[in-house]
């Protein structure tokens, strides 16, 4: 058991090696782009949820842009269109276009709008961008109904985190849009913006905490988390909000119940404005771009449903969660070596293993929870992987080590052989061969003399089983790689030139060689063909006396392929003179058959049936009509899916 348990530890060794390497690689980032992606294909796959009714988009389409024949959108058109909706009574209006200067004509009448309107919320860019830049708000609005539209980018470009406050350049706090719209929205159901209470830094809106990202959230690896961000948790399906235009708010062919009492946001839905945001986890026509004004409406909506709905918001586990997490995966990889002893089962073990992890962490993800998937695969395939390629070397070097055993057996086999048994009958026949009148019995004494030696080459040309050649009894070696139906003709001529007694007597030939399909056999498929054509018509020539036709087909029948020997002649061991003359033919047949299955039941015959089963077909010898035996081995053309 000691020792069993220290050859455990020294073959674990590599594993534990592998899982320490994954964790120092997630730990430096390694993964975290993986890790993102991963993350943006879990949630693009959610079922599609319902549309949130209680948000509408008000689009200014680049056809409403040809209309005013100018850009930006004048005050006038902006003043005209918060006034028509204030008509439908919405409880907030918030208006994703800057107006930190005049955009003539109409700006005394925009002015006063705004000033009337306690429901609109303007933007701002309150924390300078790449060329440090920032954007006022629109000067007639009071700062609690301003909200920044500032966002965090990933190193890709994408957005997923949404950004609720920050300090400005000035160190004054400032809100998202988003947050900015979704209070306006909580507070007329009374439940008002506050503190965390597990987290104090974080907001809260009732009993609902919004929790923030840290550096190390999920997959990210020393992340940006200035200010408060949390993930973004994006509505799915192809549809999340209604999308009205300006021309059928202009028109009035709007039904006042998609605004009365909801949440409307106005944004410029044209490519040429470049108002976009990237995503991989929404779905659209362009995919990774949509609209600011969307996003805008998945940040709003991903609260308003957290507090209202019970909607998950996106929580990740704790950094020693994660990592026993990955540990306990690359266990398992390293845990199938010792379960599963056949390099196949492995593989088939590691296939279920790595679709197990993905399940898990998608079905998590339906919940609301982000855990890591590509260092878990990475530690899983790593380990199986290379257990399977360490069994596959292992299971090579000991199938070298046997056949070098195995040779060295022959060897000591044949010189016992060679300094007893063929010393004596080497005697024995320089006797008889001396006599005046040879013994009756001298080609029984030189035919056993032959087939003595001709054992030990054949056992030997069988040691070299993976190599990609076959050597044949004349010393001729075959190229397996060649197609085999001009292996199984080299065989053949090759055969009928061994001075084998019963070969001589053979007047008529039929053969037929045919190209076979071999896209599926392997090496020591063709080998053992070849093998077992030889060995049939060795036993031709051994067996088949007086025969005079011998037929040799290697073809496709029908779905099948074939490889038949026939012969005519009179076997050694016939029963023919036992059979009765008052035996009905049925009888003699049936006898025979049964004759000749106890006959061939040696060696040759078992190896044949062997390599019919690795082939997935079926040996047959039976009696030839009307004399002789027929050895026949067919296999199907086409890989069966069983074996």
């Known amino acids: 058991m000691k020792a069993k348990s220290a050859t455990w530890r020294r073959g674990s060794l590599p594993g534990l090696m592998v899982i320490v390497a994954v964790m120092m690689a997630r730990l430096t980032g390694a993964f975290q782009f993986l890790e993102l992606v991963a993350f943006d294909r879990f949630l693009l796959l959610r079922p599609p949820e319902p549309m949130d009714e209680r948000i509408a988009i008000v689009a200014i389409t680049e056809e409403d842009i040809q209309r005013a024949k100018t850009y930006p959108i004048p005050d006038?058109?902006?003043?005209?269109?918060?006034?028509?909706?204030?008509?439908?009574?919405?409880?907030?209006?918030?208006?994703?276009?800057?107006?930190?200067?005049?955009?003539?004509?109409?700006?005394?009448?925009l002015t006063s709008v705004f000033r009337s309107s306690k429901n609109?919320?303007?933007?701002?860019?309150?924390?300078?961008?790449r060329s440090g830049f920032t954007v006022a708000p629109p000067p007639a609005l009071p700062?609690?109904?301003?909200?920044?539209?500032?966002?965090?980018?990933?190193?890709?470009?994408?957005?997923?985190?949404?950004?609720?406050?920050?300090?400005?350049?000035?160190?004054?706090?400032?809100?998202?849009?988003?947050?900015?719209?979704?209070?306006?929205?909580?507070?007329?159901?009374?439940?008002?913006?506050?503190?965390?209470?597990?987290?104090?830094?974080?907001?809260?809106?009732?009993?609902?905490?919004?929790?923030?990202?840290?550096?190390?959230?999920?997959?990210?690896?020393?992340?940006d988390a200035g200010g408060n961000q949390i993930l973004l948790n994006v509505r799915s399906g192809t549809m999340p909000f209604r999308v009205l235009s300006l021309a059928q708010i202009k028109s009035g062919k709007v039904n006042p119940d998609w605004i009365r009492g909801k949440i409307v946001l106005i944004g410029i839905m044209s490519f040429s404005a470049k108002d976009l945001a990237s995503s991989g986890a929404i779905a659209g026509i362009n995919p990774g771009r949509i609209y600011g004004v969307e996003m805008q409406a998945h940040a709003t909506s991903q609260i308003i449903s957290a507090v209202l709905d019970g909607r998950s918001l996106i929580r990740?586990?704790?950094?020693?969660?994660?990592?026993?997490?990955?540990?306990?995966?690359?266990?398992?990889?390293?845990?199938?070596?010792?379960?599963?002893?056949?390099?196949?089962?492995?593989?088939?073990?590691?296939l279920i293993a790595s679709i197990s992890p993905i399940a898990i962490c998608y079905g998590l993800m339906l919940l609301g929870w982000w855990v890591p998937i590509v260092p878990v695969l990475f530690v899983l395939v790593l380990n199986g992987a290379g257990l399977t390629a360490g069994l596959f070397y292992r299971h090579k070097q000991e199938l070298r080590l046997r056949l070098e055993e195995r040779q060295f057996a022959i060897e000591l086999t044949f010189n016992a052989i060679h300094s007893g048994p063929l010393q004596t009958l080497v005697g024995i026949l320089r006797t008889a061969q001396e006599q005046a009148t040879p013994p009756l019995f001298l080609p029984e004494l030189q035919r056993l003399n032959q087939e003595l030696r001709a054992v030990y080459g054949s056992v030997q040309r069988d040691a070299s089983?993976?190599?990609?050649?076959l050597r044949m009894g004349s010393a001729i070696e075959l190229a397996l790689q060649a197609p085999l139906h001009e292996l199984l003709y080299k065989v053949y001529s090759n055969t009928l030139e061994q001075e084998l007694p019963y070969l001589q007597t053979i007047k008529v030939k039929i053969v037929q060689f045919d190209p076979l399909n071999?896209?599926?056999?392997?090496?020591?498929?063709?080998?053992?063909?070849?093998?077992?054509?030889?060995?049939?018509?060795?036993?031709?020539?051994?067996?088949?006396?007086?025969?005079?036709?011998?037929?040799?087909?290697?073809?496709?029948?029908?779905?099948?392929q074939v490889i038949r020997v026939a012969d005519?002649?009179?076997?050694?061991?016939?029963?023919?003179?036992?059979?009765?003359?008052?035996?009905?033919?049925?009888?003699?047949?049936?006898?025979?058959?049964?004759?000749?299955?106890?006959?061939?039941?040696?060696?040759?015959?078992?190896?044949?049936?062997?390599?019919?089963?690795?082939?997935?077909?079926?040996?047959?010898?039976?009696p030839n009509q009307p004399r002789g035996i027929v050895c026949e081995l067919t296999w199907p053309i086409e890989r069966r899916w069983f074996w």
């Open 76 to 109: 006038r058109d902006i003043a005209d269109l918060l006034k028509r909706l204030q008509a439908y009574q919405p409880i907030a209006i918030g208006l994703d276009i800057v107006r930190d200067i005049p955009v003539e004509p109409g700006n005394a009448e």
């Open 120 to 129: 609109v919320i303007g933007v701002e860019i309150a924390l300078p961008d």
């Open 143 to 223: 700062s609690e109904q301003v909200g920044f539209a500032n966002a965090v980018l990933d190193a890709d470009g994408y957005q997923r985190r949404s950004l609720l406050g920050a300090h400005n350049l000035q160190q004054e706090y400032r809100f998202s849009f988003a947050i900015r719209l979704a209070e306006r929205y909580l507070a007329a159901r009374r439940i008002k913006l506050g503190n965390g209470i597990r987290d104090p830094d974080a907001k809260r809106f009732g009993s609902i905490e919004l929790i923030r990202v840290q550096s190390n959230s999920g997959g990210y690896v020393r992340a």
């Open 316 to 350: 990740v586990w704790a950094d020693v969660w994660e990592y026993l997490w990955i540990v306990a995966w690359g266990l398992l990889g390293m845990s199938l070596g010792r379960f599963l002893r056949s390099p196949w089962k492995i593989l088939l073990g590691l």
């Open 465 to 469: 089983a993976d190599e990609p050649h």
């Open 518 to 560: 071999t896209s599926y056999l392997r090496l020591e498929h063709k080998r053992g063909l070849c093998r077992f054509l030889e060995e049939a018509l060795c036993n031709v020539g051994k067996h088949a006396i007086e025969a005079t036709r011998l037929t040799v087909i290697c073809a496709q029948e029908g779905d099948r």
């Open 568 to 622: 005519n002649g009179r076997s050694e061991l016939s029963d023919a003179e036992a059979l009765s003359s008052a035996e009905t033919n049925r009888e003699r047949e049936t006898n025979e058959e049964l004759n000749f299955q106890i006959q061939h039941s040696g060696m040759g015959t078992q190896l044949a049936k062997n390599l019919a089963k690795q082939l997935g077909g079926t040996f047959r010898r039976y």
